[in-house]
């Protein structure tokens, strides 16, 4: 047992330490564009911060196409056929490809009116439109990213990604130098030059699963059922995306209501709990794969063992992150603002998440382990379900007006006390029937 135990552990880490560079890579596109145009002035930073907001909510709500895919292609993977599991994954990214055009032309042709809902000064406006009409053509790359990155991790394959990652990340960043001060292309050439990035990772993937195919014999071309297989797996998926987008944008309103003090003391908490996410969204991963891979071989026995250590990994690793959390608490403020007011605004608060951090590594953990069990039109269902305490909790927290430190901790305490644990019982709930194990192909 312990030597199963060793070597389950060692394919944990294999598999959600490279996860965890990739995870990191994709914000770091932003980050990269607002360094970069932050010294052309206030107004193109400002101008990108609402176009980055408007691109944020597509990719985040399309992430689906790489949770829907990995399970898919795990199960194939874990069955011995191989081929089978790659062609699931080509039908995820030509899906992915229909859906980046849709959104592409429809974005276009909307941006004006998108970027005109933040009410933002004619030349913010200006300059938000025109880095989003040419983002918005890299949205079909970076949803083809998606499913292809699931398409490896159900292969068992977290590293690719990651060097893939790494270069787009990098070409991004040198693209943007060239285009926006070599050039003189200001704003808009940093959505050139994070578009030309995101269309060479494309172009990276392509080569990676062209080989894959070549391989095991796969085909390349579009199988309309694969392809309806992965919408049907992506619907449910897409409505549980949306459950979580509504339950962050609620807050963000009532944060906004509190007060501006307020509204930037939760951005600051809510990004570092976005940080120590990531980790945890890197075991998700790794508990994706190996359900998947475990349930596809029909080893259901391996499948409960993979949830229990990686339910006691994230739930420890909650554990070191919490205790982390409380005794930074006090400084955190001051790292974001150097204010000492904004420190102490928001240290209750952080306490919060701090207690929280055990439940949140479970959380994410139970999410991963039915995401890869393909258990897609529960965690659909759970979302709504987890929505019925939490929206009555910040209308309770809206409603009574407090403010400054209380509000803040109130507002903590609906987001990570409220919504996760609603979430760790409905997962919970699910886990404990056993209905989310399928086994086979």
Same mark, same amino acid.
């Given at each position: 047992m312990t030597t199963r135990s060793s070597?389950?552990?060692?394919?944990?880490v294999r598999l959600a330490v490279p996860a965890l560079g990739?995870?990191?890579?994709e914000p770091a596109f932003?980050?990269?564009?607002?360094?970069?145009?932050?010294?052309?002035?206030?107004?193109?930073?400002?101008?990108?911060?609402?176009a980055g907001a408007v691109l944020q909510t597509f990719v985040g709500l399309m992430v689906f196409l790489a949770y829907s895919t990995t399970p898919a292609v795990a199960r194939k993977f874990g069955a011995g056929k191989p081929g089978d599991a790659v062609s699931v994954g080509i039908d995820g990214m030509w899906l992915a490809l229909g859906l980046g055009a849709v959104l592409a032309a429809a974005g276009a042709?909307?941006?004006?009116? @998108?970027?005109? @809902?933040?009410?933002?000064?004619?030349?913010?406006?200006? &300059? #938000?439109?025109?880095?989003?009409v040419i983002s918005v053509w890299g949205l079909p790359a970076m949803l083809i990213v998606f499913a292809a990155t699931g398409l490896l991790r159900g292969m068992q394959d977290t590293m690719t990604a990651l060097w893939i990652a790494g270069l787009g990340f990098a070409a991004n960043a040198a693209l943007?130098?060239?285009?926006?001060?070599?050039?003189?292309?200001?704003?808009?050439?940093?959505?050139?030059?994070?578009?030309?990035?995101?269309?060479?990772?494309? #172009?990276?993937?392509?080569?990676?699963?062209?080989?894959?195919?070549?391989?095991?014999?796969?085909?390349?071309?579009?199988?309309?059922?694969?392809?309806?297989g992965s919408a049907r797996s992506g619907g449910w998926m897409f409505l549980r995306t949306l459950s979580l987008r509504i339950a962050?944008?609620?807050?963000?309103?009532?944060?906004?209501?509190?007060?501006?003090?307020?509204?930037? $003391?939760?951005?600051?908490?809510?990004?570092?709990?976005?940080?120590?996410?990531?980790?945890?969204?890197?075991? #998700?991963?790794?508990?994706?794969?190996l359900i998947g891979k475990s349930l596809g071989a029909g080893d259901v026995d391996d499948a409960k063992h993979v949830l229990a250590r990686t339910v006691a990994w994230g739930t420890w690793f909650g554990v070191l992150v919490g205790g982390l959390l409380a005794a930074l608490s006090g400084v955190i403020g001051l790292v974001f603002t150097g204010d000492p007011a904004v420190a102490a605004l928001?240290?209750?608060?952080?306490?919060?998440?701090?207690?929280? &951090?055990?439940?949140?590594?479970?959380?994410?953990?139970?999410?991963?382990? @039915?995401i890869g069990a393909g258990d897609a039109r529960?965690?659909?269902?759970?979302?709504?379900?987890?929505?019925?305490?939490?929206?009555? #909790? @910040?209308?309770?927290?809206?409603?009574?007006?407090?403010?400054?430190?209380?509000?803040?901790?109130?507002?903590?305490?609906?987001?990570? $006390?409220?919504?996760?644990?609603?979430?760790?019982?409905?997962?919970?709930?699910?886990?404990?029937?056993?209905?989310?194990?399928?086994?086979?192909?």
């Open positions: 070597s389950l552990n060692r394919e944990i990739a995870l990191i890579a932003l980050m990269i564009d607002a360094a970069l145009v932050g010294h052309l002035g206030t107004v193109p930073l400002a101008g990108l911060g609402i042709l909307l941006s004006p009116w @998108l970027v005109s @809902l933040f009410g933002a000064s004619d030349a913010v406006a200006e &300059q #938000a439109n025109t880095y989003l943007n130098v060239l285009f926006i001060y070599g050039l003189g292309w200001g704003i808009a050439g940093s959505a050139v030059g994070t578009v030309l990035a995101q269309w060479g990772m494309v #172009a990276a993937y392509v080569v990676v699963v062209g080989r894959l195919a070549r391989t095991h014999s796969a085909s390349v071309r579009a199988q309309r059922e694969g392809i309806r962050l944008l609620a807050t963000v309103a009532v944060a906004t209501g509190i007060g501006t003090d307020e509204l930037a $003391g939760w951005q600051i908490v809510f990004t570092i709990f976005s940080a120590a996410a990531f980790a945890l969204d890197a075991l #998700a991963i790794a508990a994706q794969a928001i240290q209750p608060a952080m306490l919060v998440l701090a207690i929280a &951090q055990p439940i949140a590594g479970i959380v994410f953990v139970l999410d991963g382990v @039915l529960y965690l659909a269902i759970a979302g709504g379900l987890n929505l019925v305490p939490f929206l009555p #909790a @910040l209308w309770i927290v809206a409603a009574t007006g407090v403010d400054g430190t209380v509000g803040l901790i109130w507002l903590a305490v609906a987001f990570f $006390g409220v919504y996760l644990i609603a979430r760790l019982i409905t997962l919970g709930a699910r886990i404990r029937t056993g209905r989310w194990i399928t086994a086979g192909a």
